[in-house]
């Protein structure tokens, strides 16, 4: 068998898409792609260029932060699921700078708690900090940020 087909798919899917070696090897298994050939094309793409995790992570923290809003734990989370190691998420989430991941977190409560109808502050505050713990921020920035709009 000749590995040149497979690898030229796997180049033009890479050359499209920012992808990690995880999401690469699933779509190998999707194409039916003989086991054989898999180290080998990840190997040659990687060399290439065409996969790198280290910017895949950067540009995955930097697209679901900026774009979707997650907190770091969610990020992080997602991350791991895609087999990238520890030191590379370390290093993507510190791209994002503390202040504006506090002023996007406090940004997110504000628009929610418009929206929550209830006059039980308990409940509000409950509710708030449900809201930011299901989009992966830290439960000390989201209890200080949460006591401060409650005050105000």
Request: charged share 30%; proline share 3%; net charge positive.
């Amino acid at each position: 068998m000749d590995i040149k087909p497979y690898l030229n798919k796997a180049a033009r899917y890479c050359a499209r898409y920012e992808t990690c070696t995880h999401d690469l090897r699933q779509k190998l298994y999707k194409w039916q792609v003989p086991e054989q050939f898999h180290t080998q094309i990840i190997d040659y793409l990687t060399d290439q260029g065409f996969i790198d995790d280290q910017r895949y992570a950067q540009s995955f923290v930097h697209d679901k932060f900026y774009l979707n809003g997650w907190g770091k734990r969610k990020i992080e989370y997602h991350l791991r699921q895609k087999n990238i190691p520890s030191d590379i998420i370390s290093l993507a989430l510190e791209e994002i700078d503390i202040e504006e991941y506090k002023n996007t977190l406090r940004k997110l409560l504000i628009r929610k708690k418009d929206t929550i109808k209830t006059t039980d502050p308990f409940a509000l505050k409950q509710k708030l900090i449900t809201f930011a713990a299901n989009r992966g921020f830290e439960p000390d920035i989201i209890y200080t940020i949460v006591d401060e709009l409650l005050k105000s």
